[in-house]
């Protein structure tokens, strides 16, 4: 099975009623419209509430008009932005832009078209005008059973391996992983995915066909190729520090639930991961060593809303269906976890040095001198203690399985 095969069976209530609106029958997106909302992208910067409210009231195609001069002003837009708006509408080229992502193989996603994800719609006022998609997969199937894995760009050896671990077992488990491509946490949960021949969704603040950074411009072909490259920027379109911020939020909404390996207390992943609370997802994060700064903005996370996590089946519980449940955590079993209670009480009152009588152990287990010696004899046929005379001492067996606590430390 590939990638873009992912299973969808037995998925929770969410997940079937996403299901089931792609199902339903979609009414074409306008042309006209399409090619607002396209202009609205590389006229307006990601998620402007204001925008997203005269979008909602007046329609892209009004909204565009009255953005460049030719209907009345949106309510409270001032003059300064309608003067920035008026200087970037001179360049504008929606159609251009359209055909453009089409020669690169990809498409403009817009809400009420069939490919969009519907929990993108959460996030209100500061939804995405459109996406700019690249990759041969649904969005909106493969946004059904997605997680996001992001962390530190300067991350630690430590970091680097957790999330690379991660995106390999979440993928293999049937899950997208989502991340933003940058250097550090973002990368290794990337490649973890594309290792296990799996799914993953990479998330830039810039147009799909602007690699950012560009040493990553290998990883997202390969990302593109096997799995997708979304942006809110149309073609050309670079980053600047805002757009990565602001770009966290899609990645919040796209996805069931967040997991940050290694942050610092300034980290633009806690960013993603307060967006995943304020929308109701999932957070979660992978604690680390106190000693290191990069566990500083986990561990905060940790001590609020954020529930632990260690490896992909942990991740799965939390955000998966019902009975998904990560296996029991448990150390190795000893000899002594397998003693009768009675048995277990005569051989904690054993001395860890030395010998002692039946009499002494009786008292010190509360037993009577003939139950005592009974449960002797059980430990001496088991390998546990031994008999000097009319004294008892423990074995070299017992004390390697830590069977005494009397006279330890």
């Known amino acids: ?44 910067e990601p998620g402007d509430e204001a925008i997203g409210r005269w979008l909602r009231e007046l329609g892209p195609v009004a909204l565009w008009r009255a953005l460049t001069g030719d209907g009345e002003p949106p309510p409270g837009a001032g003059s300064r932005r309608l003067a920035g708006c008026a200087l970037r509408a001179a360049r504008l080229d929606p159609a251009e832009d359209l055909a453009a992502m089409a020669a690169l193989g990809g498409r403009f996603v817009c809400p009420q078209d069939a490919e969009w994800p519907g929990q993108l719609d959460d996030l209100g006022d500061a939804r995405p005008i459109g996406l700019w998609v690249l990759g041969r997969a649904s969005l909106r199937m493969w946004a059904v059973r997605s997680v996001a894995v992001v962390g530190a760009r ?43 021949d799996g799914a993953t969704i990479a998330v830039l603040a810039s147009g799909v066909d602007v690699p950012y950074p560009r040493g990553h411009a290998g990883l997202i072909g390969r990302v593109a190729e096997q799995g997708l490259v ?7 379109g670079h980053p600047t520090r805002s757009r990565f911020v602001l770009r966290n939020r899609v990645i919040a909404a796209l996805t069931r639930g967040t997991v940050v390996v290694e942050a610092q207390y300034r980290s633009g992943s806690l960013v993603t991961a307060r967006w995943a609370q304020r929308l109701g997802r999932c957070t979660m994060g992978v604690p680390g060593p106190v000693t290191s700064g990069l566990s500083g903005g986990v561990h905060e996370l940790l001590r609020g809303e954020g529930l632990l996590v260690s490896d992909a089946d942990e991740v799965v519980e939390l955000i998966g269906n019902i009975g998904d449940l990560a296996p029991a955590r448990r150390g190795p079993v000893v000899g002594r976890d397998l003693l009768p209670t009675a048995t277990a009480r ?35 046929s088991l390998g546990f203690v031994e008999r000097r005379g009319s004294r008892w001492e423990l074995t070299s067996q017992a004390h390697q399985t830590g069977s005494s606590r009397r006279g330890g430390s």
């Open 154 to 196: 300067a991350c630690s050896d430590y970091g680097s391996y957790v999330a690379a671990t991660l995106g390999s077992g979440l993928a293999e488990r049937g899950w997208v992983v989502t991340s933003g491509a940058a250097y550090g946490v973002d990368a290794a949960a990337h490649r973890g995915a594309l290792s296990a």
């Open 230 to 236: 979304v942006a809110e920027l149309p073609p050309g």
């Open 1 to 44: 099975m590939t990638a873009h095969d992912l299973p969808v069976e037995g998925s929770s209530g969410a997940c079937e009623a996403e299901l089931a609106a792609t199902d339903a029958p979609q009414r074409p997106v306008d042309d006209a419209v399409r090619l607002a909302r396209a202009a609205l992208t590389r006229l307006t």
């Open 346 to 380: 005569v051989l904690e009152a054993l001395p860890v040095r030395g010998t002692g009588d039946t009499q002494a152990l009786a008292r010190d287990a509360g037993m009577s001198h003939d139950e005592t010696l009974t449960r002797l004899y059980e430990l001496l």
